[in-house]
């Protein structure tokens, strides 16, 4: 029985993934952040281009997973120069002030054909909220250069002035520049190596 112990701890030395299956960086070269909010009659989107971040996550253990995201707020991105600097200042992100925007899970959901929810705590300008998203685990395959990659689709909605994020300009006859709420869309594709 020893003997078979050591030659286990000896095979889990040599083959990493093997003990750290469920351990998961965030490969920003191939994940994306994007959120959408009203604007007048349409929607606008936009994007951060930076995301970083480790998930503890093993799909037969789904409730034991967590996860920790950090996303630099100098990265957004709504394909307008003079927007994106609007949103970094005071009125939106205070980026200056708050570099990043952060959100560390709390609690992970069940795993039912490849959906679950994810509970955690999300900070902007440096208020921290609760909020809960719906995760999609798109699978897990062995990595082109070696170790294995995960895939995740993340969406969810909340309300900016829960973070502090105020600012709008009223229209003349009624109504709002900006909505309130913003959808969010988080692909993230993770890799063991």
Do not use: C, Y
């Amino acid at each position: 029985m020893k003997r078979m112990f050591v030659g286990f701890v000896a095979a889990a030395l040599l083959v990493p993934g093997l003990v750290s299956a469920a351990e998961w960086n965030i490969d920003a070269s191939h994940s994306n952040v994007n959120f959408k909010i009203r604007h007048l009659v349409s929607r606008v989107t936009g994007s951060f281009n930076d995301i970083s971040g480790q998930i503890q996550f093993d799909p037969e253990k789904a409730t034991e997973g967590s996860v920790e995201i950090t996303i630099p707020v100098a990265s957004i991105d709504t394909n307008n120069e003079k927007r994106d600097g609007h949103l970094k200042n005071e009125d939106f992100f205070d980026e200056p002030n708050h570099p990043t925007l952060t959100f560390k899970s709390t609690k992970f959901g069940e795993l039912k054909d490849g959906k679950m929810t994810v509970e955690g705590m999300l900070t902007m300008r440096g208020v921290e909220k609760p909020v809960t998203l719906d995760v999609e685990f798109l699978g897990a395959a062995p990595g082109m250069r070696g170790g294995q990659v995960a895939g995740f689709e993340v969406s969810g909605k909340i309300n900016r002035k829960d973070w502090g994020i105020e600012w709008n300009r009223a229209l003349d006859k009624g109504g709002a520049v900006l909505g309130d709420d913003v959808e969010i869309m988080i692909n993230i594709e993770a890799t063991t190596a």
